[in-house]
Every structure is written in structure tokens, then in C-alpha cells.
């Protein structure tokens, strides 16, 4: 079991580009997260899944899109990046609605120029 | 939304030493959870409680659900130097069952 595994691990954009990280988890989990983590705020989510074919917007989904076309992948997209989503992004997933509990995944750390 | 005040930001100790670190809120939370993030790491589930009162252990760390539900504390007994990260509290308050709340974290350093 590898868990939840992200790719990649970093990158650097120029503002206006657009990119894509993905997510994937081999737990057969329902539910999927995205968080970014910035020094001095925590983790913050930005947009989760509650199932194959759906998502939700978080506390700070402006500039983001997701999607969830296959139950173990979370995509996250950047259509035009910012120096504000300079950030380190985290992808979690979670089995069911009586458990709580998230399991991470390692990163992605996102520098944007 | 609801926030979870998380103390305290950072630790200093000496190895050996016994730590405490604590998470309140101010509305009632059903479930806390307690995490350890290392450097260029994700976070990693150390501890999850459900019930208002449970002292759950996991070798040298133990944690507690307030009973006044609005609180979570988090002990480490022995020190030592890999205990070093940042220790997040996480919680559910009934709103979302989907969402958890993050606290800011305790930065934990080990002088060994």
C-alpha cells in the first residue's frame, strides 16, 4: 500500500501558467482533501470530494478547480497562477463518514514567480 | 468558521524532558485528532478521540478529549530528539461532517 502519493513533489511557475497536481490513493478511500500550508496558518482547505464525480469548495477555493473523475485520483488545477498560491499543497483522504480520521500525503511544494 | 487556539506556538526542551501542548475552542467539537508533521513531510495521524472524557495512548504519547468538549491536550513523556515537528491539533464540530478544523500547530524543538 503506497497510501496517498502526490506528483510532483515540487515545481516553479511563472504567473499566468497553468498547472495540474495530482493525487491519487490506493485506500479505496470516499473521501479526498486539498489543503495549502503557509508559515503561520496552518493548514487551510481549499476544495474536497465526497465521492467519485463530486466536489466542494473549501475555505479558500479562489483560483482553484478540482476534479474527482476516478474515486482514487484528486486533481487540483492552477489556471493561471498567482505568487499568492506560492505554497506547500497537501492532498488527504479519508475512508468513511464515521472516521475522521485524514491521511496525508508527502507534498507538493509550489513556487510561483 | 470555527478556529481551534493551539498552545503553545513553539517548545524548546531538553531531551528527557516530559511536554505538554493543548488545543481550545470555543464551540463543542465531537471528535479531536492530534498530528505530527516533520520537515518535508505530510502530516501523520498520531492520535484520534471520540468521546468527551477518552485518554488514548500511543507509546510515549497520551491525549485526552476535555470533558467539556471544548478541549484537547496532548502529553509526551521522555523526550527525545525525533520527537522534533510540528504537532497539529484537528477537530470536527458537527457543522461539516466532511471538514475537519486545523489548529496552527506547536512547533516542538529537542535539545538533546
Known amino acids: 500500500n503506497a497510501g496517498v502519493t502526490q506528483t510532483p513533489k515540487f515545481r516553479v511557475l511563472k504567473t499566468g501558467q497553468s498547472m495540474t497536481l495530482l493525487c491519487a490513493q490506493d485506500?479505496?478511500?470516499?473521501?479526498m482533501y486539498w489543503y495549502r500550508q503557509d508559515p503561520g496558518m496552518g493548514l487551510r482547505l481549499i476544495h474536497y470530494?465526497?465521492?467519485?464525480?463530486?466536489?466542494a469548495k473549501g475555505e479558500v477555493p479562489d483560483g482553484y478547480n478540482v476534479s474527482r473523475l476516478k474515486k482514487q485520483n484528486f486533481l487540483l488545477g492552477l489556471e493561471s497562477a498567482a505568487p499568492s498560491q506560492t505554497s506547500v499543497y497537501f492532498c488527504?483522504?479519508?475512508?468513511?463518514?464515521?472516521?475522521?480520521?485524514?491521511?496525508f500525503g508527502p507534498g507538493t511544494r509550489l513556487t510561483v514567480t | 468558521g470555527q478556529q481551534l487556539n493551539q498552545s503553545p506556538q513553539s517548545m524548546f526542551i531538553q531531551e528527557g524532558e516530559d511536554v505538554s501542548m493543548n488545543c481550545t475552542s470555543s464551540?463543542?467539537?465531537?471528535?479531536w485528532l492530534w498530528y505530527k508533521q516533520e520537515p518535508g513531510e505530510g502530516p501523520v495521524l498520531l492520535i484520534a478521540?471520540?468521546?468527551?472524557?477518552e485518554l488514548t495512548s500511543n507509546g510515549r504519547l497520551t491525549a485526552q478529549f476535555g470533558i467539556t468538549r471544548k478541549d484537547s491536550f496532548l502529553n509526551i513523556s521522555a523526550s527525545i530528539p525525533s520527537d522534533v515537528g510540528i504537532y497539529f491539533c484537528?477537530?470536527?464540530?458537527?457543522?461539516?461532517?466532511?471538514?475537519?478544523?486545523f489548529g496552527k500547530g506547536t512547533l516542538l524543538t529537542v535539545n538533546p
Open positions: 470530494s465526497v465521492g467519485e464525480g463530486t466536489t
Open positions: 464551540s463543542i467539537f465531537n471528535t
Open positions: 485506500m479505496n478511500h470516499e473521501y
Open positions: 478521540l471520540y468521546k468527551a472524557g
Open positions: 484537528a477537530g470536527n464540530s458537527g457543522g461539516s461532517n466532511y471538514k475537519l478544523t
Open positions: 488527504a483522504s479519508r475512508k468513511e463518514l464515521a472516521a475522521y480520521e485524514q491521511y
